[in-house]
């Protein structure tokens, strides 16, 4: 199989799912291409890629995945073997697919109280009462995960025994690569 085009931002939390997922998953690292993308003032550049945001997958017949939670099912579902990432019943899949969208909406607001207070965006507006309203909703839905949450035995993950695609997508804004 031809390595998969990913288009990447080597320091952004949301690229770091996919990366996070394909150590879990155990996918090799030769099955991907990764594409390192430039930050400009047009946005993230890199020949090829077409306008947008991070990650960006590639698929065989040449469309785009633009978000990081399709591009995660369509590994788990293009690299079947490895651990089971999303569950083994219909309820226990849909019942993390629940959790999976609310640890989206966690980094959803984290990243908008981010671009509301951080230096990194002094040239975007920023709103301190916006910067506020977000964490007070990335909390609300931090205690929702937690609400949500089963971990197994050890309590080392939010839904079973061993990490999971929720796994991914909440932690890695907060793991370094």
């Known amino acids: 199989m031809k390595a998969?085009?990913?288009?990447?931002?080597?320091?952004?939390?949301?690229?770091?799912?996919?990366?996070?997922?394909?150590?879990?998953?155990?996918?090799?690292?030769?099955?991907v291409n990764r594409i390192e993308t430039t930050p400009s003032l047009q946005g993230l550049v890199a020949d090829g890629k077409p306008p947008g945001s991070v990650?960006?997958?590639?698929?065989?017949?040449?469309?785009?995945?633009?978000q990081s939670i399709p591009i995660i099912q369509y590994l788990d579902?293009?690299?079947?073997?490895?651990?089971?990432?999303?569950?083994?019943?219909?309820?226990?899949?849909?019942?993390?697919r629940d959790l999976m969208t609310v640890a989206d909406e966690v980094m959803t607001h984290f990243g908008s109280f981010c671009h509301n207070a951080s230096p990194l965006f002094l040239h975007e507006l920023q709103e301190i009462g916006a910067a506020k309203r977000s964490m007070e909703l990335c909390e609300k839905m931090l205690g929702l995960?937690?609400?949500y949450a089963q971990p197994g035995e050890?309590?080392?993950?939010?839904?079973?025994?061993?990490?999971?695609?929720?796994?991914?997508i909440l932690f890695s804004h907060v793991a370094v690569r």
């Open 4 to 31: 998969i085009d990913i288009y990447d931002l080597s320091w952004g939390p949301t690229p770091r799912r996919v990366w996070m997922f394909m150590k879990v998953k155990g996918i090799p690292d030769n099955a």
């Open 55 to 66: 990650p960006l997958l590639r698929l065989p017949n040449g469309e785009f995945l633009h």
């Open 145 to 147: 995960v937690c609400e």
């Open 154 to 168: 050890n309590g080392a993950f939010l839904d079973g025994e061993h990490p999971k695609m929720a796994d991914c």
């Open 77 to 96: 579902e293009l690299f079947p073997d490895g651990p089971n990432m999303l569950g083994d019943t219909p309820a226990s899949r849909a019942r993390h």
